[in-house]
């Protein structure tokens, strides 16, 4: 088991297309093991399998407290069906160091998808988790939170991520 490499922004597996998830077998539990360790280590509270530099339609979510068990949710070939609410609120990533900013999602949706077992599951999300939910299936749809937001503040991440790719490039 191991820690596994957080792909940042502009990475370009992060806006690669994502294949479905087919096979749910061992190599598939060994790579959720491993992205539940980089994401309990970075600490997140989802990582998508884009973010590790694996382009396929898996995600996995964490949302208990700190003094609770884990309860880690592995959602294979996620699809939200319905979307009611909305509201804006701050968001960050793992892939988008620095950045926090506000974005709308919706406040009540309805998730399909499979479980690390291939099996079929659904269930609805409100607030915090339906906002978690709805980032991670971005992911897996190369949209970033980053695309979200307002045009200033995009620009100006961009031009950041710029100046210090060429200052480690020297
Ligand atoms: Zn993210």
């Known amino acids: 088991m ?6 940042t922004y502009p990475n370009p597996v992060l806006r690669k297309k994502t ?7 061992d190599e598939l539990k060994a790579l959720v093991h491993d992205m539940a360790e980089t994401m309990y280590d970075a ?3 989802g990582l998508a399998a884009p ?12 949302l208990s407290d700190k003094d609770e068990p884990r309860q880690l949710l592995v959602l294979a070939n996620p699809e ?5 609410g909305t509201e804006l ?3 960050g990533c793992l892939s988008l160091p620095e950045l926090t900013a506000k974005v709308t999602r919706f406040t009540h949706i309805k998730v399909k998808g499979q479980n690390i077992d291939g099996e079929p599951i659904e269930f ?4 915090w988790f339906a906002r978690v939910v709805q980032h991670e299936v971005d992911h897996i749809d190369g949209t970033l939170f980053l695309d979200k937001i307002s045009v200033l503040k995009r ?11 060429a200052e480690k490039q020297g």
């Open 2 to 7: 191991a820690l596994l490499e957080i792909r």
């Open 155 to 165: 620009a100006m991440y961009k031009k950041k991520c710029k100046k210090e790719l």
């Open 89 to 91: 609120a701050e968001e």
């Open 124 to 127: 609805e999300a409100e607030d």
């Open 43 to 45: 600490p997140g509270v």
């Open 80 to 84: 939200i069906s319905e979307g009611e």
């Open 19 to 25: 294949t479905r998830v087919t096979e749910f077998n």
């Open 51 to 62: 973010q590790v530099g694996r382009p396929i339609r898996l995600v996995i979510m964490d």
